[in-house]
């Protein structure tokens, strides 16, 4: 059996479109995952780019109500400190010019006590509390406040950011309950009002803020439906023509009249499509993980609300690779329900890929919509990775993870079933 088992995965690994893809697929992986990075770089994603620390990391910072009042009494001190502000007039005068173009040392500004929040200042203009004239004034001398010096701008972020994560958390429960209220009487609301509830029980434990750019690109990397594309396709194209090859190729017809050659047959491409599915998964796993810390590092391995980042990769990583397991065992499925590779090549990838589909370009209604999060293909890149994501069931609600162990069991036995089934009753045309 252990030869069988080696010799189908030797045919995998021979297959020259399966070479192919694995190729395109590491360079794909690695030129998405750079263009990822090259957007934490740059700052577009997340509010403090590496620049604005100066080259400093942000350092872990352990949040909770119990101490918030304590942090941000520190931040108002801070930020009562006139003498960490400066001007434009200030830098005007200390602007460096390089072949005639003055270059200004400020790559972001934060005003400090003199923030400007122009939501809050529409607010009072709509609500009637300014007049027109009080808010165009507001409005014009906006470019004129002052701002923190770049040497103060690492120490300020330290009180400043974990501040605004934990006032950002506060008003996103206050959103949530909004929301549910508005959702009353359906799926949405109880969804809603139960991530109130986490978020909330969430600062009552208290959570670590700081810097995890490394962790927090990895999971996007696979969550935003991207990479992980490329990773379905691997293990699609790897496994998809195991059965019809044999028809095709006609080795089937001396494979079900040899002694126990069918069932044997059968169960090692089963074995032996888990074991490259489970290779591929923690291959890419450990390719995309290793190009983010490499570059923006592995800092942050505590930080999270609710579930710390480590937490979150022991959690996804392994259902990842579940979800590759299935999505083999589907495409082999479907190798063994047709005799033309072409055939089960197509039907394989449209298994495959159609409930994401589904999931990211159609506007689904309940229950459609929690089919397709808890199908193989969600379990590689579905919404989870970066944030909880909850299903109703009755009166409960359930994180979507707690049904992707059921679902796959479910499919594994039909899957297999399928496979022995159909192979074990091929007939010999003439």
């Not at 549910?180 to 600062?203: M, R």
């Not at 990583?317 to 397991?325: A, N, R």
């Not at 990211?360 to 590689?380: A, D, S």
Request: with cysteine; hydrophobic share 45%.
């Amino acid at each position: 059996m252990g030869n069988l088992i080696k010799f189908e995965l030797k045919k995998i690994f021979q297959n020259k479109l399966c070479f192919a893809v694995i190729i395109l697929v590491l360079i794909g992986s690695l030129a998405l995952t750079g263009y990822n990075l090259s957007q934490y770089k740059s700052g577009v994603r997340g509010e403090y780019a590496l620049s604005d620390m100066d080259g400093r990391k942000m350092p872990e910072v352990f949040v909770s109500n119990e101490n918030i009042e304590a942090l941000k009494a520190r931040l108002d001190e801070f930020e009562a400190n006139d003498e960490i502000y400066t001007t434009s007039e200030e830098v005007e005068k200390e602007l460096v010019y390089v072949n005639g173009v003055a270059k200004n040392p400020y790559k972001c500004e934060y005003n400090g006590k003199y923030e400007f929040d122009l939501g809050e200042i529409i607010n009072k203009y709509e609500a009637g509390e300014i007049t027109e004239e009080e808010y165009l004034s507001i409005i014009q001398n906006n470019d004129n406040l002052p701002f923190i010096r770049l040497e103060y701008l690492p120490e300020y972020f330290e009180l400043y950011a974990p501040v605004k994560e934990y006032n950002q958390q506060i008003n996103g429960i206050k959103e949530l309950r909004e929301t549910a209220n508005s959702a009353k009487g359906t799926v949405d609301e109880k969804i809603y009002l139960h991530k109130a509830e986490v978020i909330e029980k969430s600062l009552e434990e208290g959570f670590t803020y700081g810097y995890d750019y490394g962790w927090e690109s990895a999971f996007h990397s696979f969550s935003d439906g991207t990479i992980s594309l490329l990773l379905v396709a691997v293990v699609i194209m790897g496994v998809c023509n195991l059965f019809s090859n044999e028809y095709s190729y006609r080795t089937a017809e001396l494979i079900i009249v040899s002694k126990n050659g069918k069932k044997k047959t059968v169960s090692a491409k089963i074995i032996a499509s888990v074991i490259y599915a489970v290779i591929c998964s923690l291959v890419f796993c450990a390719i995309v993980f290793s190009v983010n810390f490499a570059f923006l590092g592995a800092e942050g391995m505590n930080v999270g609300v609710g579930i710390s980042n480590l937490e979150r990769a022991c959690l996804s990583i392994p259902f990842i690779t579940l979800g590759c397991i299935i999505i083999a065992l589907l495409s082999l499925a479907v190798s063994s329900l047709f005799s033309k590779p072409v055939v089960s090549t197509f039907g394989a990838l449209f298994i495959g890929f159609f409930p994401m589909i589904l999931n990211f370009y159609v506007l689904l209604e309940e229950p459609l919509e929690t089919l397709t999060k808890i199908t193989p293909v969600m379990m590689i890149c579905g919404n989870y990775i970066t944030y909880d994501d909850f299903i109703v069931i009755g009166e409960n609600v359930l994180s979507i993870v707690t049904m992707f162990i059921p679902v796959s069991i479910l499919l594994f036995v039909l899957t297999s079933v399928i496979c022995m089934v159909k192979f074990c009753k091929y007939q010999v045309k003439n």
